[in-house]
C-alpha cells in the first residue's frame, strides 16, 4: 500500500499521444520531454511505461527474460486480445520458441553468405542511377532512389515472383501501423487487410519462390529439420514484413542527412568506405523504426521503478539514439561520429536479422550516388507520412549536380 | 574415449583451440560443487556481476587453460539467469589437462578466460524427442530436456553410465521428470539394448545424443533406418586442442591506409584498428550480431566469434574484430 502510494508520486505521468499525428511527423519534441522527465514515465493515455533514455532502452531490449516480446511488440497486448495476423515467429517470440527460426535467418542473412549479392547489387545500383540521373537532375529522392532501389533489389534477393510486388509497401506500411493504438491510421488501412495479407502469405510458399532466394533457404532449413514445415511460410513472412518499409525510410533518412548536409555529403565522396557508417549514422540520426513494446514478464524495477507484471512498456528508440547522455551533440548528423552501439536496429536477441542485407543494399545506392552526384541539396518541402511505428517518407525533392 | 566434456563436433581441430584470453572474456568462479562421483560443477559470472551473451541449449564455451590452450565444454544451467553460466566437468586422469586444472586449481574466486558461446548442436523444433546421454554427456541434453518439457514435447532421457553415483544430475532430472528418465548404470543393467530401442524409426521423433564415441557409434548404426536428420549428436573428441599461444603482442596492418598497430593482450583488435583512425563499424561488441565484419588479407585470425561457420573460420578471410584476435604474429586487414 505505501509502496503503492511511492510510486504514485516518484513516477512521472505524461498524458502525451506518442500516435499522434503531429508527435509522428515531429517526434523529437516528445522524445526530449520524456528523457527528462525520468527513466521511466507513465503514459496515462494507453496505460503504459514508457522508456526515453539510452541507458534504459539499451537495458530492456537485451532483458528478454523480463521484457518479453511474446506478448506482442505493439500496444496490443495478446495475453489478452487476438493479434490481427498470426504472430511472427522472430519479433513476437521469446526463447525457446524464438530459437531456431532466429537461428536459420541469421545464418541466411549473415555477412558471408550475403557477400554473393555485393556485385549484383553494385551493378543494380549503378543501373538505376544511370537511369534517374539520364532522366532528370530535379527528382523526388524518395520514389525514385529509396523506394525504388530496395525494391529492384531485395524481392529478387528473396525470390519473389514478378507479380504483384507493388503490394510489398502498402502491406509494411500497414503491419508497421498495427503496433500502434486502433487509430485512424489502423482505420485507413482496414479495407486492405485481406487482400493485402492474402498476396503476402500466397508469396511464403516453397512454390512461390525461386530456388535460389532466401525464401528458397528458409524452405531447405525445414527440409533438414531445422525448422518445421508449418514455420517456414512464417519466417518468409518475416522478410516481406520487415525487410521493405525499413530499408526504404531508412535510406530516405540518408538522403534527406546528405542533402541537408552538404559538407557531409563532399566527406563521402572523399571517403566513399564511410557509406556504411553513414548509413547507420542515418539511422541513429531519423530511427527508421521508432518505437516498440514490451511486456513485463514479472514485476521488474527499472531505475527503482517497478514496472507490474503483464503491463506493456513503449520504448522509443528514437529518443534513445538521441539521448545527451550517450551522444555528443546527437541531434547533428555526423560522419565523424561512431554511430556504433545505436539502437535503431535495436539490441540483444531480437536486434534487426537484417541489419546487414540493409547496409549492403545503403552501401550499394550510396556508392553509386557518391561516384556520379557532386551535390544533392533540397528543392521544397520533404514530406513525411505518419505511421505509428516507422519513420516514413512521402516526398524528397531534390535537385542533384551531377560529376562533370 | 572415456571422459571429459570436451564437446566439440567433428569439424573442429584446425584453428579452433588456438585461443588468446580475451580481455572481454574473463569471467570468476562464483561456486563449485561437486555433483557426482568425479565431476564438479563450476558457476561463472563476470567481474562486474553483469549480463552474459546470451545461449541457446547444445551451446559450449571455450575454457582458456593457463597455458593458453582451450577446452570445451557445454552450458548445463539456466538461461533465464542471465548472470551465470553453469559446467559441469568430469576428471578424466588420462585426459590433457583441462579437466585437473578445473578440479584441482580452479577455486571460487578465480579468474579464467572464456570463449563463446557457440552452438553446433542446436535443439531443433518437434514434437517428440529421444535424448540419449552417455556419463557426461548429460550436459548439453540437460537444459534440452528442460526446454523439451518447457514446450510440452512428447520426450525420453535414456541416461547411462558406469554406476549411479557417477551420473551428474541424475537425481535432480528424477525428481523432476520422473518416468520419462531412464537411467541405466551399467554396473547394475549393463548396456541399454540400443537396437531394441531404436531399431524402428519413429515419425516425428528427434534423436538427440551425446556420450562417448562408442555410445555415439551405436546409437548411428541403430538408427540407420532413419529418416534424414531425425539423428543428431555431438561428439566427444580429442581433436587437437592446443596450438600457438599468444599472450603477447601482435602486430596488425591497415592496407588501405598503410598504418600497422600493435595489439596488445589488454584490447580488442577493435579498439586497436579504431585507435589508428579506422572506421570501423560495430554493435553488440560481443560477437554475436555480426556488425564488424572485417576482410582479413592475410594472417591467421584466432577466431572468438558466435557467427561464423566452421567452413567459414577456416577460410580466413575475414574476422570479427570485437572478439576476435590473432594466431601469429601479424594480420594485415582490408581497412
Known amino acids: ?404 | 574415449m572415456a571422459g571429459s566434456s570436451v564437446v566439440t563436433d567433428a569439424e573442429s581441430g584446425v584453428g579452433a583451440g588456438q585461443s588468446t584470453p580475451g580481455h572481454a572474456a574473463t569471467l570468476v568462479v562464483a561456486a563449485r560443487e561437486r555433483v557426482a562421483e568425479d565431476v564438479v560443477s563450476l558457476t561463472l559470472a563476470r567481474p562486474d556481476g553483469g549480463r552474459l551473451p546470451n545461449w541457446t541449449p547444445g551451446s559450449h564455451i571455450d575454457l582458456v587453460l593457463p597455458e593458453g590452450a582451450t577446452r570445451q565444454y557445454s552450458l548445463c544451467g539456466d538461461r533465464w539467469d542471465a548472470h551465470t553460466y553453469r559446467i559441469a566437468v568430469l576428471r578424466e586422469p588420462a585426459g590433457r589437462g583441462g579437466s585437473a586444472y578445473v578440479h584441482d586449481r580452479l577455486r571460487p574466486g578465480d579468474r579464467v578466460g572464456v570463449g563463446g558461446p557457440r552452438n553446433h548442436f542446436p535443439l531443433v523444433p518437434s514434437e517428440k524427442y529421444f535424448f540419449i546421454a552417455g556419463g557426461i554427456g548429460i550436459t548439453p541434453l540437460l537444459p534440452m530436456v528442460h526446454q523439451a518439457e518447457l514446450l510440452g514435447a512428447d520426450w525420453q532421457l535414456l541416461y547411462g553410465g558406469r554406476t549411479r553415483a557417477s551420473m551428474a544430475f541424475r537425481q535432480e532430472l528424477t525428481d523432476a521428470y520422473g518416468e520419462r528418465v531412464h537411467v541405466v548404470p551399467q554396473d547394475e543393467l549393463g548396456l541399454p539394448d540400443l537396437a531394441a530401442l531404436l531399431g524402428t524409426p519413429r515419425p516425428g521423433t528427434k534423436v538427440y545424443c551425446c556420450g562417448p564415441a562408442p555410445l555415439l557409434a551405436a546409437v548411428e548404426a541403430a538408427c540407420a533406418a532413419w529418416p534424414p536428420y531425425a539423428l543428431r549428436f555431438e561428439r566427444f573428441t580429442a581433436a587437437a586442442q592446443t596450438g600457438p599461444v599468444r599472450e603477447t603482442p601482435f602486430e596488425v596492418e591497415l592496407r588501405r591506409t598503410g598504418h600497422t598497430v600493435t595489439v596488445t593482450p589488454e584490447v580488442s583488435v577493435l579498439e586497436a584498428v579504431r585507435r589508428a583512425g579506422a572506421d570501423v563499424l560495430s554493435s553488440c561488441e560481443q560477437g554475436t550480431c555480426g556488425t564488424c565484419l572485417t576482410p582479413v588479407l592475410e594472417g591467421q585470425p584466432d577466431h572468438r566469434d558466435s557467427v561464423l561457420t566452421d567452413q567459414q573460420r577456416r577460410a580466413n578471410d575475414c574476422m570479427f574484430v570485437c572478439v576476435s584476435r590473432s594466431c601469429g604474429d601479424r594480420l594485415v586487414l582490408d581497412l
Not at chain 1, 497486448?77 to 490481427?84: A, I, L, M, Q, V
Not at chain 1, 520458441?97 to 549503378?126: F, G, M, N
Not at chain 1, 525494391?151 to 500502434?180: I, K, Q, T
Request: charged letters at 25%; one cysteine or more; hydrophobic letters at 45%.
Open chain 1, 1 to 404: 500500500m505505501s509502496e503503492a502510494l511511492e510510486r504514485a508520486v516518484a513516477l512521472p505521468v505524461s498524458d502525451a499521444d506518442p500516435f499522434a499525428h503531429e508527435v509522428l511527423l515531429d517526434p523529437e519534441p516528445l522524445h526530449q520531454a520524456l528523457r527528462e522527465a525520468g527513466p521511466v514515465v507513465y503514459l496515462s493515455r494507453y496505460d503504459v511505461h514508457a522508456l526515453a533514455r539510452y541507458e534504459h532502452v539499451h537495458a530492456a531490449l537485451a532483458d528478454w527474460q523480463h521484457f518479453e516480446s511474446g506478448s506482442g511488440v505493439g500496444l496490443a497486448n495478446f495475453r489478452h486480445e487476438k493479434p490481427w495476423r498470426p504472430p511472427s515467429l522472430l519479433l513476437e517470440a521469446d526463447p525457446p520458441r524464438h530459437d531456431a527460426p532466429r537461428r536459420v535467418l541469421s545464418e541466411i542473412l549473415a555477412p558471408p553468405a550475403l557477400r554473393r549479392l555485393r556485385t549484383r547489387w553494385a551493378a543494380v545500383a549503378e543501373e538505376l542511377v544511370d537511369q534517374v540521373l539520364r532522366d532528370a537532375t530535379e527528382f523526388d529522392a524518395f520514389v525514385a532512389l529509396a523506394e525504388a532501389f530496395p525494391l529492384r533489389a531485395f524481392p529478387d534477393a528473396v525470390g519473389l515472383g514478378p507479380d504483384g510486388r507493388e503490394n510489398l509497401l502498402p502491406y509494411g506500411n500497414m503491419a508497421f501501423n498495427a503496433f500502434g493504438p486502433r487509430n485512424d491510421l489502423v482505420a485507413a488501412d482496414a479495407h486492405r487487410v485481406a487482400e493485402l495479407s492474402a498476396w503476402v502469405n500466397a508469396q511464403c510458399t516453397r512454390e512461390a519462390l525461386s530456388a535460389d532466394g532466401f525464401g528458397a533457404q528458409i524452405w531447405a532449413a525445414a527440409d533438414r529439420g531445422d525448422l518445421t514445415h508449418e514455420q517456414a511460410p512464417l519466417v518468409v513472412r518475416s522478410l516481406l514484413t520487415a525487410g521493405v518499409d525499413t530499408t526504404v525510410h531508412g535510406l530516405a533518412a540518408c538522403l534527406y542527412a546528405f542533402a541537408t548536409h552538404p559538407s557531409e555529403w563532399q566527406r563521402l565522396r572523399e571517403r566513399p568506405e564511410l557509406a556504411r557508417t553513414s548509413f547507420d549514422e542515418a539511422v541513429r540520426w531519423q530511427s527508421p523504426v521508432q518505437t516498440f513494446f514490451r511486456t513485463a514478464t514479472t514485476d521488474v524495477t527499472v531505475a527503482g521503478t517497478v514496472v507490474p507484471r503483464g503491463t506493456k512498456i513503449l520504448m522509443f528508440l528514437g529518443a534513445a539514439n538521441r539521448d545527451p547522455g550517450r551522444w555528443h551533440d546527437p541531434d547533428r548528423f555526423d560522419l565523424t561520429r561512431d554511430p556504433s552501439g545505436h539502437v535503431g536496429f535495436g539490441m540483444g536477441p531480437h536486434q534487426c536479422v537484417g541489419q546487414h542485407v540493409a547496409r549492403l543494399e545503403a552501401e550499394a545506392l550510396l556508392t553509386a550516388l557518391a561516384r556520379r552526384v557532386q551535390r544533392i541539396e533540397l528543392t521544397g518541402t520533404p514530406h513525411r507520412h505518419p505511421n505509428n511505428t516507422l519513420r516514413s517518407w512521402a516526398a524528397l525533392p531534390v535537385r542533384v549536380q551531377t560529376v562533370a
